[in-house]
T-cell receptor, first 115, second 115 residues
Framework: GENVEQHPSTLSVQEGDSAVIKCTYS??????FPWYKQELGKGPQLIID?????GEKKDQRIAVTLNKTAKHFSLHITETQPEDSAVYFC??????????????FGTGTRLTIIP | KAGVTQTPRYLIKTRGQQVTLSCSPI?????VSWYQQTPGQGLQFLFE???????NKGNFPGRFSGRQFSNSRSEMNVSTLELGDSALYLC??????????????FGEGSRLTVL
């Protein structure tokens, strides 16, 4: 099955600086890569996703890049703000002819923005 | 539009007991997935239901079971509780079952403590 590794497990950056979180996946058939943000006491919420036919996607201060050859994808947050402090999860979804593929999550990155 | 609702939010059980958790998906969503979240392990997939049928199952022992009702509401049950079952159990609904377009919408979770 799919295996997703995520690094780093914790990350502290000064407010205004950029943050980068990296993930690798094992199943070359995976074709959907979402990123979720989990704030304290809440469930994860989708913030951005990318599909295998795209190399990069941006949404305001966040961007995701995908390297299918190397089987890794990254989340980039620019101009970080205190409200960016949260746990971030990457995930990968494989493809099958049965339509029952599931999301496999990384172990999470706790991002702390230092004012 | 109401989000995913999970009940109860917090519960304490003792070893050997059993527990039932409930999840009401977003109106119109027919797919419900369950995840176990523990520190350091991220989100571990338990199972997914679509139209009352289990479509996918993770690598958990048979003590973990679930079901989905005709109104798409879902329950999961854990029998013979062990200390290691202490975790946040997250339910997620999506409009579609699996597939690259099935964005997951998570509830806030049920935090289970086993003493």
């Amino acid at each position: 099955g799919e295996n997703v590794e995520q690094h780093p497990s914790t990350l502290s950056v000064q407010e205004g600086d950029s943050a980068v979180i990296k993930c690798t996946y094992s199943d070359s058939a995976s074709n959907y890569f979402p990123w979720y943000k989990q704030e304290l006491g809440k469930g994860p919420q989708l913030i951005i996703d990318i599909r295998s036919n795209v190399g990069e996607k941006k949404d305001q201060r966040i961007a995701v890049t995908l390297n299918k050859t190397a089987k890794h994808f990254s989340l980039h947050i620019t101009e970080t703000q205190p409200e960016d402090s949260a746990v971030y999860f990457c995930a990968a979804r494989g493809h099958s002819n049965f339509g029952n593929e599931k999301l496999t999550f990384g172990t999470g990155t706790r991002l702390t923005i230092i004012p | 539009k109401a989000g995913v609702t999970q009940t109860p939010r917090y519960l304490i059980k003792t070893r050997g007991q059993q527990v039932t958790l409930s999840c009401s998906p977003i109106s119109g969503h027919r797919s419900v997935s369950w995840y176990q979240q523990t520190p350091g392990q991220g989100l571990q997939f338990l199972f997914e239901y679509f139209s009352e049928t289990q479509r996918n199952k993770g690598n958990f022992p048979g003590r973990f079971s679930g079901r989905q009702f005709s109104n798409s509401r879902s329950e999961m049950n854990v029998s013979t509780l062990e200390l290691g079952d202490s975790a946040l159990y997250l339910c997620a609904s999506s409009r579609l079952a699996g597939g690259p377009t099935g964005e997951l919408f998570f509830g806030e979770g049920s935090r289970l403590t086993v003493l």
